[in-house]
């Protein structure tokens, strides 16, 4: 009967070790898998951050760009508004007063027309190009959640 004890009691330390090597084994796994998914979401995370500073840039860079359309076109405008003025003095009757006015008022419709369009077509690209770099990001993110499913 001792036998049949020690026998029991071998199997069931030999058990007991198998079960907690595997358990060790497992945990090892685990904490090494997540280990690899904390390094991963590192530079998921850094990759996100990268791609709003490079929008952040490409706004910049373009409202520098756009402010700079403006203020030459303010001083072309300034520069034409003098030489209307100048037109306007030397005019010698009310007919022709009123004709240049009317002529005047035309150009400056269709100049600020003009530059309305070309800072609307302006504003479209950088919107357009600010978001390329956070529409990369959200593609990668898709697919990084189409490789986990």
């Known amino acids: 009967m001792t036998d049949t004890v020690k026998a029991t009691a071998e199997k069931t330390a030999e058990k007991a070790t198998e079960f907690f090597a595997d358990i060790r084994e497992k945990a090892t796994e685990t904490a090494e898998k997540g280990k690899k998914f904390a390094a991963e979401a590192v530079e ?9 500073v490079e929008a952040g840039k490409i706004v910049a860079k373009g ?12 001083k072309k405008n300034f520069e034409e508004v003098q030489v209307a003025v100048k037109e306007m003095t030397s005019v010698k ?6 004709k240049l006015q009317g002529e005047l008022a035309r150009k400056g419709f269709d100049t600020a027309v003009a530059q309305g369009a070309k800072n609307t077509e302006a504003m479209v690209k950088l919107v357009s190009e600010m978001f390329q770099p956070i529409s990369n990001r959200i593609t990668a993110t898709t697919e990084l959640f189409k490789k986990a499913a």
């Open 44 to 52: 998921f995370n850094k990759a996100n951050v990268e791609a709003v």
């Open 63 to 74: 409202a520098q760009e756009i402010g700079k359309t403006n203020m030459e076109f303010a």
């Open 93 to 98: 009757s009310p007919t022709d007063f009123v």
